[in-house]
């Protein structure tokens, strides 16, 4: 990636190119960016080598799909509902230490697997059980999604817990860390906007639609609680259905994941990508 300047007359001109390997060939693009060097030049130096190379990760993201179906396809039933059982356990533990819960993996295990509870806080017990079981019918049914689905999940994983507020949209202002997130009166109507945002865009490939929609709905973080563990579900629900493998953020790396929702669309997406090709290389 380069900044080049070229002059015609007496007036300069800026614009960013970018070289890569296509086959046999070297392509090389350009794109304008003004009279001047913009003070968010690295921005754009990172949204231009997005661009430039989003053709080549949706053929990556094409090949993980073809080889995931074709190694889900080779499993027997009975097979398949162990793995689905273990992705239950690993995404589960995961999800919830993000936001705090003191189960640990092995924890997790017994307790989705045995139905042996560890002397833990009541509370990380129930959400333990609950994500799972959501999380398992999710795989199991496939419903349309919406807000009342969305509310549905909301409120089974919080109902035994946080009664107050399972299956609620927020009714008051909420702020995480320096960011303050939409008013409360426009909850609805964004959600409906995301609902709407993925109903026009079923055509996107499916990671890109997955990062996007969990993206948009952490912006707007429309319940009091529990919207990382909501909106982690719904990125993998759009993966899921679309017969991608799924992408489990792990406990350990969420300080990278926390700093990439605090940038654009655009970054996370470029972050979630990186980390959807990590995850699923054995496909390509």
Not at 123 to 148: G, P, V, Y
Not at 159 to 174: A, E, L, M, N, P
Request: one cysteine or more; glycine letters at 4%.
């Amino acid at each position: 990636m380069r900044l080049i300047k070229r002059k015609k007359g007496n007036k300069e001109y800026y614009y960013l190119q970018h070289s890569f390997r296509k086959k046999e060939k070297v392509v090389t693009r350009e794109k304008y960016i003004g009279k001047i060097v913009p003070e968010n030049i690295e921005d754009m130096k990172n949204l231009f080598f997005s661009e430039c190379n989003k053709i080549s990760l949706l053929k990556l993201f094409k090949k993980i799909k073809i080889g995931f179906r074709k190694e889900w396809k080779r499993y027997p039933n009975s097979i398949k509902d162990k793995v689905k059982e273990q992705i239950a356990i690993a995404f589960t533990y995961n999800t919830n230490a993000i936001e705090g819960s003191t189960i640990t993996l092995e924890e997790t295990r017994e307790l989705i697997e045995h139905k042996i509870a560890p002397n833990k806080p009541i509370r990380d017990i129930k959400e333990t059980e609950s994500h799972a079981r959501i999380f398992l019918e999710m795989l199991k049914k496939k419903e349309i999604l919406n807000l009342q689905l969305i509310l549905k999940w909301h409120n089974e994983l919080f109902k035994d817990t946080k009664s107050d507020i399972s299956g609620k949209f927020r009714d008051y202002h909420v702020r995480v860390g320096n960011y303050i997130a939409i008013d409360w009166q426009d909850v609805n109507k964004s959600m409906k906007d995301i609902i709407n945002f993925y109903n026009k865009n079923k055509k996107m490939n499916a990671v890109e639609l997955a990062a996007k929609v969990h993206y948009k709905f952490e912006k707007i973080h429309p319940f009091g609680d529990g919207n990382g563990r909501v909106g982690r579900l719904l990125m993998n629900y759009i993966l899921w259905n679309n017969n991608y493998p799924m992408l489990i953020i792990e406990y350990k790396n969420r300080k990278s994941y926390y700093k990439a929702l605090q940038r654009d669309e655009n970054h996370f997406f470029s972050y979630f990508a990186r980390r959807y090709l990590k995850t699923h290389k054995k496909y390509i």
